[in-house]
């Protein structure tokens, strides 16, 4: 059918759904994937604590938003006025016997089932990688376990785990954003998920060692989303370590953590910082945040963009890509930078580079995506026009110095973004997996340029784009291999 | 306060609110406004039926978005709990003791006005006329018998035309626009209203007919939208034209009544087409669209626009609008027309000119803005690939050959562009109001590009635009008075 | 002093090269085609007192910047040392034994004729032209005078009217512009061609009467551009408007005499305003300016765009064409306007609409193109950087206030868009011949609308964009005909 | 002569009308700015036979375009003129009595600075440098021994050094590209410098010698420009580098080498690749082509960019620069690539990616910039339609496959643009010289990220732009130190 369903009133579930701490939750909606700025600082008190402080720090994590975009709204709904007994003392069994599995209900799986073939339509990296592989196997023996936001783009990542000869457990790296539906679709297919919208602090980290803590299994790779599985592993299971091939994790948070370790000496495992790779920064950074913005202050403000004028706070990746947008729909837009480089980048782009100060009494819309803290001043508040426009694009909620302030950029997340990373996390897993001896110390790596490449080019068939071959002569008088990699590792795309 | 209240979950709301027919509503959301082609064939049989479908016809008009992005539906949901009592059964009155209106509840009438305020914010330019005006009162005297969409933005028109001396008299041009809430607020500020949400047919004509079937009060001007008030009248009271100086008409069907009526040597009063002036035509179609169709196709289907092959049928305003947005954000456009200096105009902007069956196979977004009928086929949409979207920008629901499709565009028309029209349909008014004799025949008129330029140099404030006088000499040099007009009226803009 | 002296190159040259009168040259270049439709008080003065300043007047018009960047450069060198006899002292004969002509050397017609192919390739629409009408020959009987600039581009003009009945005679309406090696090639050819570069003012009216004043030939039809031509035989041979059934005029100057005629009451026969016409003007100012803005200050600046601040005075076609290309380079661009109209199209368009003096102390290049006099004043002048650019695109030597300045637009005119122009009138002279009695008065017409997309359209296989055509049933419902005109005449492209 | 390309259409006739020798001259124009890091197996080869092949070799070199485009022409037409004794057999002095130079006629120096203070104008962050640091003389002892071009710009290079302490020595690194004029005011204003335009093989090599050479005088930095002075070092005075504290190369080709050097182990002083710092390679590749694609084309064809179909080989820096110029004008724009994450890349930003031999019939212009050989085969040429351009911007000759085809991007390089070269090889020669012992071992370096910073900061100014300082705050909350460097090397602008 030509028609898409509609995704449902987006912004007003999430504000309707959730108690006063969501905005932070909001705010947190675009934090990992987008923020640039590697080292926090602050951070590294957090991780001391940790986990004392589990419940806020699982808050102030990355959501994926893919969570708030489909049928599980409804399937919400339903949820509501369904009955208040715990998954956790339930008794649900799939249809082929199995209660291998801990889910809210098992007989929304039909739909979920639903979900992840529409997710699947805009993966076709993923499902293209299944074709390719599946005669291989290349990840039979593999025993993954993982903990991730359970979506429906998770789920095509988990069953393409699958089909390529892994076995997979599986947990929620957040206690709000497990699609009900899909993880009992999962537990239908015979995936063991242990997740559901809503757990309680116990339940997440129940549900974690229902996955690590197997009679009969040892899981030997670690996906993670935060580092709440490999700080759990490690905290209670560190024998485990003895087998894990390779941890591949996702967050700016995680692996900062896993940079942590890396330092202190501590990190006896290979892993894979997928987070930076080059294909899933630019998706995640440049071209989702150049659609996003619109469509985050549209939804939220119905604000005319024409003749509007803007300050973007920031000319990394995020601010490149919202500025390239503003300017692009009328907006007169300004930026401020600490950098140079980039402020000089800013100017050669067409846009004129100021101190915040300078402009803060003229601007209708502020958006920060810098990273850094105390961005936006209560001075600036004060200083600013009514009904000026404060739009958080950064990191969690200390780029605007007013308390909680609501990120309004409530936009969604493409799937095609998603699977731009969800292929990223599977390739890391199969070269950590079938790495010969050596090649990966107990370090963290970058996801190697070549699979880099292999990414992107999986993706460029939905573009129906054709790539060219190198003939032998021209790849002897480059003196590159005709299948790559094709650039130095300092290339900036 | 920085942070403006989201307008909750547009798109659902809509869809799950109405009937079956409201797809047709869908349709027609941005009919009249954006569509360009002035002769309707197929519309002059309608007419001639006329009133026996007004149902069906009021569905097929004009609707303002913005009765769906606003409190009101909140207001709603109230509503649906509210007593079912028909309006016309109710006995209320407002603080000052008046019952000269009726609304679905006049105690909403606090949250209309907070709802009235914040569209003021974004109508500067009639709260600027206001002021300008206000002194001499250029509509002392006027007594308008209006029907409109009532909305805050029509509010916002509506108190002006009060302000500025005139007495109101109003009812709603489509049964299911009202905000109630919107309706009440005026009720309370002493405007005879009388509109609810959901009337029937017969209420529909009722209301109007309490408008200008009053005793001791006789209309002298009309503003209509859509032709309605304007049959009723002519239908019921032809001698109310007698006193009638004048009808200010904003949509494409009522304009194109009132050419049939000129033509037709039926016209007995001058007659203004606010639709085509310069300042309206460019925000309803090239600056609305332009945004509209990022907006609409985000909401709708989350399509990520990067890369995406899209093919735009008609490059009129509405085209030249949907394909600048859709390339800025690296989407690659095909364009289809009929005219070729449209066509020229694409090539040289950058678009290729094909016929759709040449790129029908392979494109992801197909959206039409013609005006036209039977743009896509049933063949087409048989060659299309899966998952392609369909997108009707342009006349109501004939553009796509495969019975009522939805028309996908369920963005919403920032309150500015209402303000353009607004403003000018205020302007219109009091031209014809205050013209002296012999200036306005019995016959359909635009705007005198004066006034089309001062509707413009209200607005230029909104962007802290600072417009150049000519000096004495300049203006004589260009042959110009200092005040305007200052292009012929065969400028392109 | 307003003027930066060139960094080096190019402008210094040309200024050395050239003596004192070629600053007004270098004015006129873009000077008729390129303003903006608009009456010039001042020049009815001047109008009045003609033909007495003919020498001053014949500069300040259009000069096709053809002439500037072909062969003939190459030529002229040769010309310097040529021979230094007057060509009316000379006696030439063509190949056939012809000497109905006068150009400066015979003998460079094969280097004309080389010039001339290079031109049709890119003027494929006469080629068309040429065989869609040959059979029919529609100026079959057509006696055309013409006074045009000769080049390679006017040369395609003139055979393509021969090709399609017409017997030509031509002269130059410019001392300076003709091609000598085009003039001998159109002489070679056959056509009667009195011109050469460098005529004295008595050539010109020489040549002008040698091609109207002919034993046994009598002209029916007149091409002109700038009204010289048209002003001699009013003069001189008024009786010849007997058989004359149309005048065709391009020129802003021109056509602005035709209308003090026409509304004088002396217009004695039909008059083609082809200035105006839709595609004609798209291309002279909106999208050749887009392109020319960049290349005229490259080439005589060599000024890098990006980051660069600049203010454009005037946001008509020709200020929207520079705006769009400095703000796709990378530049930062102020808008003047004095109609709010335009303003907010400026606003809408991403551009902050200022006044002149609020930024000309920070702006690296100030461009006017308003067809007003004094846009820059010697107090802007006085309080501009150092080495601000100071650039013309507008009309003649008025704009900016210290005397006789430098158009810096040194760019040329490409083929393509002469071709639109020689289109454009071939297709007047064959309306003007070929309409039946009465339909045109004596008075001065726009192209028809269907002709102007007639020559839309035939340039449309260029771009290899493919006009979709209408169903009968779409043209019914639209109530067009299927060949066009397709829009009302107000329609604003 | 600095050739300047005659303008109209078409490339044949270019390539006809001209000698031979122009073809390579006119290839190398761009090469080594702005081709692709990569590395060309092909020189290799040539290394080896280095420096039999002198003559080719340094024709195959980058020319600094400014030498073309100045008044050295005019200059030129005086040399031309001049009598023919050679420079070397000449005994001239300055005004202060020193002949401690050889050019081609001292009297030229008041011109030459006149040239020298132009380039001053556009290269303001050298003269802010000199300011800043020469209180402190951080070159205070520096003997440094030059080869680059000899233009204008290099010359505010040379006197910036001299202003921070340096004693300089120079000669030119081409035997084309000297502006005797600037040459003589370097030797009027005491450098010492040795270099004519025209010099032949001979004169190249005793010019360095001079410089290198000298008794009471040793070097102890070098700077330069395709790795002929230091292979002349190598070979001839192997000892000098004994004092040498470093090499500040800045031509692929000459980085190139000394990678092979050192990973030969024959690297003996540390060595700073400045070719690839962020700053100057966005400026050398990105920002330039997106101007000098549009200059070239224009100033060589005058093709009108509207409508055109365009394929641009490579979607490096270089070609993202000329898609998004020509995708701004109008062009409709394919790209072909071999390297996936930039075809995903040039997917999102809207073309199309194809192979060459997909579009080549149809395209009206082909643009190489690849780095690559033989992307435009013989084949592709057959199946071009008549009057296709064919343009390289990338790597020398080899792109083409045709003999040596003309590069038609004749256009010129900002000043601007060399002097963010200028100034990173100025910061480059200062740290080198400063640098604590250790700090650099016998290796290449790239220009560290903090003096990276500084280069761009240094040129902030010029757009006005203000860049926001970190609060101690901040700068603790992000770990950075206030002054930078902002970014992790790994980082992509």
Not at 102 to 131: H, T, Y
Not at 196 to 208: A, L, P, Q, T, Y
């Amino acid at each position: 059918m030509a028609w898409k369903p509609p995704p449902r009133g987006l912004c007003a579930d999430l504000f309707r759904a959730l108690p006063e701490v969501s905005y932070a939750r909001g705010d947190a909606v675009n934090d990992a994937p987008r923020s640039e700025q590697i080292q926090f600082a602050d951070d590294m008190q957090e991780f001391t604590k940790f986990p004392t402080k589990t419940g806020r720090r699982s808050l102030s994590r990355s959501i994926s938003q893919s969570s708030t975009d489909s049928y599980s709204s409804a399937a919400s709904y339903t949820d509501s006025s369904d009955d208040e007994v715990s998954p956790r003392e339930k008794q649900q069994t799939n249809s082929k016997g199995s209660s291998n599995f801990c889910v809210k209900n098992i007989k929304q799986a039909e739909f979920g089932r639903r979900e992840i073939e529409i997710a699947e339509q805009d993966m076709s990296a993923l499902i293209s990688l299944r074709k390719r592989a599946q005669g291989e196997k290349p990840l039979a023996g593999a025993k993954i376990v993982g903990c991730t936001h359970i979506t429906a783009q998770t789920a095509v990542l988990i069953e393409t785990l699958c089909a390529l000869g892994a076995q997979c457990r599986w947990s929620a790296c957040n206690i709000y954003s497990t699609q009900n539906e899909v993880a009992a679709a999962l537990a239908e297919a015979g995936v063991a998920v242990f997740a559901w919208k809503g757990e309680s602090e116990d339940d997440f980290w129940w549900c974690i060692d229902r996955c690590v803590n197997v009679d009969g299994w040892q899981a030997n790779m670690i996906l993670d989303d935060g580092g709440d599985l490999t700080h759990w592993v490690y905290k209670k299971y560190p024998n485990i370590f003895k087998k894990i091939r390779g941890i591949v994790e996702e967050s700016v948070t995680g692996v900062h953590r896993l940079y942590q370790l890396s330092k202190a000496g501590k990190l006896c495992v290979p892993a894979m910082n997928v987070n930076d790779s080059v294909t899933k920064q630019k998706f995640d950074n440049l071209y989702c945040c150049r659609e996003s913005i619109l469509d985050g202050l549209k939804r939220t403000t119905d604000v005319m963009f024409g003749g509007k004028q803007v300050v973007v706070c920031g000319y990394g990746e995020v601010g490149k890509g919202c500025c390239a947008a503003l300017k692009a729909l009328g907006a007169i837009v300004y930026v401020t930078e600490i950098d140079p480089i980039c402020a000089l980048q800013a100017c050669m782009d067409g846009f004129r580079v100021v101190k915040l100060s300078e402009v803060i009494r003229q601007v209708d819309v502020v958006i920060t995506c810098t990273g850094n803290k105390n961005v936006v001043t209560r001075e600036h508040l004060d200083r600013m026009k009514n009904s000026c426009i404060v739009c958080n694009m950064g990191h969690s909620n200390t780029e605007i110095d007013v308390g909680r302030l609501l990120n309004l950029s409530c936009s969604t997340v493409p799937t095609f973004v998603l699977s731009i990373t969800a292929t990223t996390q599977a390739l890391a897993l199969i070269e950590l997996y079938n790495a010969p001896e050596g090649r990966y110390k107990q370090d963290v790596y970058l996801l190697p340029k070549k699979m880099d490449e292999y990414v992107a080019s999986l993706h460029l068939p939905s573009f129906d784009a054709h790539l060219t071959e190198l003939t032998d002569d021209q790849a002897k008088y480059l003196g590159l291999n005709k299948n790559g990699p094709f650039k130095p590792n300092y290339y900036r795309y």
